[in-house]
């Protein structure tokens, strides 16, 4: 079975352009959520879709948005990118509530 | 609030000792437990969670963590450290109510395995 995938893998933008990632989860798995991890702040969590539906978010700043599509793929947005913006970003797949989950390779965004 | 910890930064181990990573965590209820790797430049990788049952946990790779309910500890643990082990190593403990959930991470603790 096929892991999870995001693309791309690799984005440099500027100050003040807007970035959209996208995560295709393990086929099966309903849940889609979205991490940030920085040297500085560790691993935070953005925010988690489930049949297309946002269940939580983290806290972050409304620049920071996501979708999920009825096949289960999702994107997650950000506009006004600042320097602080770059970091990996995972996207992480699961059944359901409390399931495992698992990660994607990740996009490194690097904001200059 | 609640939290996980990892109080080593840094953890060196000769090749074929044991190794230990250590992990606490501080939640209300049950804790599910989580240890992923995480290998450069790579996403996390799924080694072994504790739901309930047995306190021993075995995993990938021949890793295993230990639950301890009175000291809220959850180690990971393998008899027989190899090169390729090192790697970033990460304590979660999933959060969930209300239909959804989240995992919190540790900071993460760095093993270094020397031949």
């Known amino acids: 079975k096929a892991g999870v995938t995001q693309t791309p893998r690799y984005l440099i933008k500027t100050r003040g352009q807007q970035v959209t990632l996208s995560c295709s989860p393990i086929s099966g798995h309903r849940s889609v959520s979205w991490y940030q991890q920085t040297p500085g702040q560790g691993l935070q969590f953005l925010f988690e879709y489930f049949s297309e539906t946002q269940r939580n978010k983290g806290n972050f700043p409304g620049r920071f948005s996501g979708r999920q599509f009825s096949n289960s793929r999702s994107e997650m947005n950000v506009s006004t990118l600042e320097l602080g913006d770059s970091a990996l970003y995972l996207c992480?797949?699961?059944?359901?509530?409390?399931?495992?989950?698992?990660f994607g390779p990740g996009t490194r965004l690097l904001v200059l | 609030a609640q939290s996980v910890a990892q109080p080593e930064d840094q953890v060196n181990v000769a090749e074929g000792n044991p190794l230990t990573v250590k992990c606490t965590y501080s939640v209300s209820g049950n804790p599910y437990l989580f240890w992923y790797v995480q290998y450069p430049n790579r996403g996390l990788q799924f080694l072994l969670k504790y739901i309930t049952g047995d306190n021993l946990v075995k995993g990938s790779y021949g890793f295993e963590a230990e639950f301890n309910k009175s000291q809220t500890s959850f180690h990971l643990k393998k008899p027989s450290a190899l090169v390729s082990d090192s790697a970033l190593y990460f304590c979660?403990?999933?959060?969930w109510g209300g239909g959804y959930n989240k995992l919190i991470f540790g900071a993460g603790t760095r093993l270094a395995v020397h031949p």
């Open positions: 979660a403990v999933i959060l």
């Open positions: 992480a797949s699961s059944r359901g509530t409390q399931e495992t989950q698992y």
